[in-house]
């Protein structure tokens, strides 16, 4: 028989806290009357993967530009790596940036090698074997090396893109700014960016990004700021902000059935099933009366039995994960009822929203990606 000896676990190590490379305090921007980014206070940290979001001219380019020192922000402080971005410390900043902000320039009648070349220069670089080898290391990194003998003005608009992003990474940055690195890209463009942004990540360049499109940026990054109106909504890490909406969704096909469920889960007193709320009803499809559960996936089955105990038999039950869309309508109130606003309070017997409240006129779910 072999002993087993119990090991005491080892303590957790602490984790210190990543050093914050971009931070913004009050960040305001007037253009004329026209108030475009208010009092924004960002914090990018060392290996984030952070996308600014935002509708359409809720501020997210002005922002970046503040940032890189393209425009003059009204009032605010902007630092870098823990030090005021002012004076000669924005040259050294700058140095250790790679952006692609505004569309880049490039001369259609040269070759992408050769406007990278161009573009070496202009960053500072000598003309050397270096980088030579640096110029090939950034078109492999883009997925461009195969066509970099081609005249630019023969790219797709994708490729254009990612010359763009070749030209940032000359430099071996450590924070790769990028605003809206998907516009205009096809799906297979589209994929093609966030692949090369987690590459990115991997090797330790911390990215900031803008972007309208949630569900593009959502698989790819790891904190984000929603802005609105120039107005910071929310910010935070993504998996913690979306940890709020997670639990077991059931649908119905009548249109009391949410209802009844939510009755008979506040009945019931579950601690681990506080609360739940209305998602959707779309009554032409089965199961469209929709009740989310704030309860761990895995008491799915066991919500499942209590509900078709008390005599309420759900059309269907799955996990759901909330999306950065839905997180973003439910904050904006641009959307249907979600997660993000519990309906039905179901194990707090005493609070004033004990009683489950009846449900909202049906609406639709809005679908698509754009805020
Ligand atoms: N140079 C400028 N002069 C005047 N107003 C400007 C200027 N640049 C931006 N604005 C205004 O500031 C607001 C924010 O614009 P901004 O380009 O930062 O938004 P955005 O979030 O990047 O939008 P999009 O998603 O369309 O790129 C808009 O109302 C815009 O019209
Ligand atoms: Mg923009």
């Known amino acids: 028989m072999t002993a087993v000896v119990a090991h005491e676990p080892p303590a957790p190590a602490t984790q210190p806290m990543p050093e914050v490379i971009l931070r913004t305090r009050g960040l305001t921007k007037w253009f004329g009357a026209r108030l475009a980014v208010e009092d924004l206070d960002l914090e990018v940290r060392r290996g984030d993967v952070f996308a600014l979001l935002g509708p359409n001219g809720s501020g997210k380019t002005t922002t970046l530009r503040m940032a890189l020192g393209l425009v003059w922000p009204t009032s605010g402080e902007i630092s870098f790596f823990g030090q005021q971005f002012a004076g000669a410390w924005r040259q050294t900043v700058l140095r250790r940036i790679g952006a692609v902000v505004e569309q880049p320039t490039f001369y259609p009648y040269l070759t992408a090698r050769e406007n990278l070349a161009g573009a070496a220069t202009f960053a500072g670089l000598r003309s050397s074997p270096a980088t030579q080898a640096r110029i090939q290391w950034a078109l492999e990194q883009v997925g461009l090396a195969p066509r970099a003998g081609d005249a630019y003005r023969k790219y797709s608009l994708g490729m254009k893109q990612r010359l763009g992003i070749a030209a940032a990474l000359l430099t071996d940055p450590e924070l790769v700014i990028l605003d809206e690195p ?184 809005t679908q698509g990606g754009q805020v």
């Not at 107005?231 to 998996?239: A, D, E, F, P, T």
């Open 182 to 365: 998907t516009n205009g890209l096809d799906p297979a463009g589209i994929s093609e960016v966030r692949a090369l942004i987690a590459r990115l990540a991997q090797r330790g360049v911390t990215v900031l990004l803008s972007s309208h499109l949630l569900h593009e940026v959502q698989q790819v990054c790891t904190r984000v700021a929603i802005i609105q109106q120039g107005r910071l909504i929310s910010q935070g890490n993504v998996v913690e902000l979306l940890s709020a909406s997670r639990g077991v969704l059931f649908g119905f096909t009548q249109s009391d059935g949410a209802h009844r469920a939510a009755e008979a889960l506040h009945r019931a007193q579950l601690h681990w099933a506080p609360h739940a709320s209305y998602i959707h009803a779309d009554p032409l499809s089965p199961g469209g009366w929709q009740l989310l559960v704030s309860a761990p996936q895995e008491r799915a089955a066991d919500l499942n039995a209590l509900l078709v105990g008390a005599g309420v038999i759900p059309a269907e039950v799955r996990r759901y994960e909330a999306s950065l869309e839905h997180y973003f309508l439910a904050l904006t109130g641009g959307g249907p009822q979600t997660s993000m606003a519990p309906a039905y309070s179901l194990s707090a017997p005493d609070a004033p929203d004990a009683t489950p409240t009846t449900f909202d006129a049906p609406t639709v779910a």
